[in-house]
């Protein structure tokens, strides 16, 4: 399995994702100005502040040439998984529902949460089984899930809702304590805690490394 | 008033100026000398006094003067470090102030090349619980912190914060950086090589932060400080994070032959430094020099502080491959100017010269101050407000010290920045004394290294020389409690105005005190920062030496953190002999109304080296379940935090405590240094001898003390509600 990190200007969390990656496959960092995934079987559109978040969260890393290639990518089923920022930027290119809105404490968190597996079916999350609790640490300012009432039944009738925030652990206000979606079909994962900062017990954890392997197992 | 003295020049020092270039000056040329002989630019009355720190060491492999410091990690890679303050812009604006206080920082770090891999803070307020603006210079500056340190990607990993009236116009903002670097890839700012081209890289110039360095940094704040709003710089993180990529890919493809960050007195200070560290002259044409508004005037382009720029020397040859690099990043790159054998910084427009400055009179000319120290024969600082009555009951006191804005958990504030990004971060905020980042993402042993920030003013004005002593002792023992060695440290030296004898007497008092700590410790200052004039219209702030030190530790697995962590552990106090908690200068003494003053107990500072040593050598060994420093609140206060780390309580009894206390209050929070709480198996202190005192057993939902104070006993809920709630409630009130 080769694992291909997007870096936009402005990306913090990319060498983090690219040393997650690398412990269960091969993984590259692809320059978000170039045309060509160099052939990854996963794309990862890691953390940060791509563009300094200005005008909007991921607003205008959707605009990045690589982002095209990414589009075509996941549309024919191609494996992608957003990370805060990334979530961000994903649901701003249309390739998952909804929209991340700034907490209701309009302050950056920092925390460790506890998630629970709603959907283990996933591209991302095979490697767990539903209502498997995960401890990743979550930092955002712009992590309050939301869509609107309908799109959000929907959601949980499609099993579109792939991670909540454990009872107590949601900090955001996030619509329906969701704390990671994905696409009808599963293979486009968006999530705001980051699970490549839980893969070394050193840090804390090592919960986040079950949806690296979960893309990994699919590997022919 | 004359102009010079409008820019902050005595007329002594215009005079000299006029001597010295042989003719008046114009005006480019006067703002220029301006900032060059500023307090800030050049330690006019605290060169001699630096010049008494020990600064060499085996492990040093870059010492004061340069950008930051460096220490050397072995395998080839060093750890460049620095402190410095953002006081007087963080005073006026503080979001911007400390947010461009922590881009500063950043930039100096890696202006050595060096990759920024935490950021660590230094704050004090005035009186949260009484003071509407305290409150809100901590908000604001908090999130700016977060603002900068978040967006750019370096974790803010630890820091400290403390409240007293003193700070209440004049709040202090220091920041520290730590970054990492091959070690013969550790490129210093001198120019070099006649002929090469100076870039100028990174954001345009603009007419913020104009006379920061000179108006607002070197003189005390006044009524008219709000006026001094536009002197304070933006901060633009995405532009610093994409100029740290583009330097360091600059630097790693070695296109580079020295480079410098822009920071007080921008272009002035840069350039006439790289030219006197290398010997030689610049030619700077500033009608290149991109600008963010038309109509800028040479003298302005000199010297804004617009922030996110650096400047470099690139041999001609090179110097498409490093515009290419600029492109690849989105940084605006442009030749400004040239390395000259002149001697001279010499600025033009275009083809005309307006200004023609002698390189060495404006670095090494700069008057030097003998200070006149005198200890003040009255008290300097007022008595803060009372906040708890004498006689109080044991537990109530201790209730009352944990909830305090001073010692009250620092969650609500640590939560706001990301303590983890870059994957290193083994110690947390509020897990030990320390932080803990390691140095490899994967192996074993994993190395890492421990970083510490503090300063405690108001045991610096009881007794300036105990007082800096004590910050440099209390970075020692963090550090011992997660099991490092210290290597290096940067300080960052706040005072009020140095022309007045008693700030003279503070200043020369703590300097000698963290100079004879470090030659007892072994440990060398690598680089640092001044900051003076810190006065308002009530007075100088209490002097505050800010210390951050950096030690290594060979495992990260077997950091020691600071909760206690099972049931039925043994609880033991670790103290240096003669020992000698007070009430003067506590935390108890400031909640009963009490002044700073008073006498501080001595330290036995080869005594103390050796218990820290005996500490890290038993969390390296992995014997200690918990260690934690005895510091502000004292004995009572740290047992309790080691309960609410934990989330266990403790029955313990005080009366084998070797301390030589006066009475049972000064044994349970009293201050002073040389004692630890350390947890675990009871055969794990028989490495201590004498110095361990057993005092009883890790157990239960509450902390249960005994001692010649009776009992106290309060219930672990109880503690960790008004500890998480102390300073949770003031920020709420922002």
Known sequence: MKFGVIQFPGSCDERDALHAASLVGDAVLLWHRDHDLQGVDAVIVPGGFSYGDYLRAGALARFSPLMVEVERFARHGGLVLGICNGFQVLCEAGLLPGALLPNTSLRFVCRQVELEVVNAQTKWTGACARGDRLSIPAKHQTGRYWAPD????????????????????????????????????????????????????????????????SAALLAV | MSRHAELGLTDPEFERIVALMGRELNEVELAVFSLMWSEHCGYKHSRKLLSTLPTEGPRVVMGPGENAGAVDLGGGIACAFKVESHNHPSAVEPFQGAATGVGGILRDVFAVGARPIAILDSLRFGEPGESPRARYLLDRAVAGIGHYGNSIGVATVGGEIYFEPAYEQNCLVNAMCIGLIETEKLIRSAAAGVGNVVVLFGARTGRDGIGGASVLASAELGDASEAKRPTVQIGDPFEEAKLLECSLELLDAELLVALQDLGAAGLTSASAEMAAKGGVGLDLDVARVPLREPGMEPFEIMISESQERMLCVVAPERFEAVMAVCEKWEVNATAVGAVTDSGRLRVLVGNDLVGDLPVAALVDECPVYELEPARPSIPLYPAPSRALADGTAPGETLLALLGSANLASRRPVFEQYDCLVGSRTARRPAQADAAVLMLAAEGAPRPALGVSIDGNGRRVACDPYRGAIEAVLECSANLACVGAEPLGLTNCLNFGNPEKPHIAWQLTRAVAGLGDACRALGVPVVGGNVSLYNEGGDGPILPTPVVGMVGELPDAARAGGLGFAQAGDTVALI???????????????????????????PA???????????????????????????????????????????????????????????????????????????????????????????????????????????????????????????????????
């Open chain 1, 150 to 213: 309908p799109v959000l039944d929907e959601l949980e009738a499609g099993d579109q809702v792939v991670l909540r925030y454990a009872t107590g652990n949601g900090f955001n206000g996030s619509a329906r304590d969701i704390a990671a979606v994905s696409n009808r079909a599963g293979n486009v994962v968006g999530l705001m805690p980051h699970p490549e900062h839980a893969v070394d017990p050193l840090t804390g954890s090592v919960d986040g490394l079950r949806l690296f392997r």
């Open chain 2, 575 to 601: 103290s240096a002999r003669g020992w000698a908690p007070s009430l003067n200068g506590s935390e108890l003494a400031k909640l009963r109304g009490a002044a700073p003053e008073g006498e501080l107990p």
């Open chain 2, 604 to 734: 036995d500072l080869g005594e103390l080296r050796a218990v820290h040593a005996a500490i890290r050598q038993a969390v390296r060994s992995g014997a200690l379940r918990s260690a934690h420093d005895v510091a502000e609140g004292g004995l009572a206060v740290a047992l309790a935090e080691c309960c609410v780390a934990g989330g266990l309580g403790a029955a313990l009894d005080l009366g084998c405590a070797p301390a030589d206390a006066r009475d049972a209050e000064a044994l349970l929070f009293g201050e002073g240094p040389g004692a630890f709480v350390v947890s675990g198996v009871r055969a794990a202190f028989a490495a201590f001898g004498a110095a361990a005192a057993v005092l009883g057993t890790v157990g239960g939902e509450a902390l249960r003390l005994d001692g010649s104070h009776g009992r106290l006993e309060v219930g672990v809920a109880e503690l960790s509600g008004v500890h998480a709630g102390g300073l949770a409630t003031l920020l709420a009130r922002a």
